[in-house]
């Protein structure tokens, strides 16, 4: 059903409608000793520590111009960190005309946008693998609004702040709202994937496969990366310093890692 931009619909009251992104992210590393991935482990928990990970929400609450009531933050011992940020609604002083475009949001220097809202949260997950030489390090983002401007538009930014080689993407519209004759609307706007939020620059670097539910307004993308130059997997050392047999063999494996989390289940 092809839905008439809100700016056009007097609604009765506050949009009621919920929109929840969720952003999950995956990093991938080789770390051939106990020692190197101890140090990735280090090296993680340090760039993206309770502080940093604040940062990045705050930038996102500027770009769909949230009023921050309060912040949670935690850095985990001995690994992973976590931040809920509680949010309220700006001042809107008139609808933004591009928050119902199917397109890329804006990086926080360009923030022209608002809308009313509820929390953000961002949790981590550094860990590796008990036998074998693979490190992996997760994010999930998650992002609750209510009211006009999807959280989609945030979606740009957090594919900006973090270094990833797989990330899964859900979108989804619940409950509904009513217009001035009580008729309930379920959702506000046009989408027809989680994609076309995603600037062209970063979906030519992508595999990219959608599983959409339209009637039930749910919405999931998962992407993983195109090229692969094992230098950007290695962990304080080149490929130079490698034999070809053992690239290789490091390359077969960082890749079997990467297909199971894209594919989510376990490969032989």
Same mark, same amino acid.
């Given at each position: 059903?092809?839905?008439?931009p809100e700016?056009?619909i007097?609604?009765h009251?506050f949009?009621n409608?919920?929109k929840s *992104?969720s952003f999950n992210? &995956?990093? =991938?590393c080789?770390t051939? %000793?106990?020692e190197?991935?101890?140090a990735?482990?280090?090296?993680i928990?340090?760039?993206?520590n309770?502080?940093r ?8 609450s500027?770009?769909?111009e949230a ?5 949670a933050?935690?850095?985990y011992?001995p690994?992973?960190?976590?931040v809920?940020?509680?949010i309220?609604e700006?001042p809107?002083?008139?609808?933004p ?8 949001g804006?990086?926080p220097d360009?923030v022209?946008m608002?809308?009313d809202?509820?929390?953000i949260?961002?949790h981590t997950?550094p860990?590796y693998h008990?036998d074998?030489?693979?490190?992996t390090f997760?994010a999930?983002i ?5 009211g006009?401007?999807?959280? *989609?538009?945030a979606?740009r &930014?957090? =594919?900006?702040s973090?270094d %990833?080689?797989?990330?899964?993407i859900?979108y989804r519209?619940?409950?509904?709202t009513?217009?001035?004759n009580g008729?309930?609307?379920f959702i506000?706007h ?9 600037p ?7 595999d990219?496969i ?8 749910i919405f999931h993308?998962k992407c993983k990366l195109k ?9 304080g050392?080149?490929k130079?310093?490698l ?6 063999n ?11 989390i894209?594919?989510?289940k376990?490969m032989?």
């Open positions: 059903m092809t839905m008439t700016q056009r007097t609604l009251g949009n409608l919920t *992104l992210m &995956y990093d =991938i080789y051939k %000793t106990r190197e991935r101890e990735y482990i280090e090296y928990d340090e760039q993206y309770a502080d990970l604040t940062a990045i929400l705050k930038n996102v500027d770009i769909i009023h921050v009531l309060n912040v933050q935690q850095d011992v690994q992973g960190a976590s809920t940020m509680l309220s700006g809107i002083v008139e609808v005309t591009e928050s119902y475009d199917e397109s890329p804006p990086l360009s022209v608002q809308l809202k509820s929390h949260t961002v997950y860990e008990p074998e030489e693979i490190s997760r999930d998650d992002v609750s609004t209510c006009e401007i999807s959280p *989609l538009k979606l &930014y957090l =594919i900006h973090f %990833t080689d797989i990330m899964t859900d519209v619940r409950g509904f009513r217009d001035t008729h309930k609307l506000d046009d989408i027809a994937s989680i994609q076309n939020y995603i062209d620059e970063v979906r030519s670097q992508y990219m959608d599983v959409n539910v339209y009637q039930e307004n993308t090229q692969f130059d094992l230098d950007n997997y290695l962990f050392y080149t130079e310093s034999g070809e047999n053992e690239q290789q490091i390359t077969a494996r960082l890749k079997i890692e990467m297909d199971e894209y594919y989510g376990n032989t």
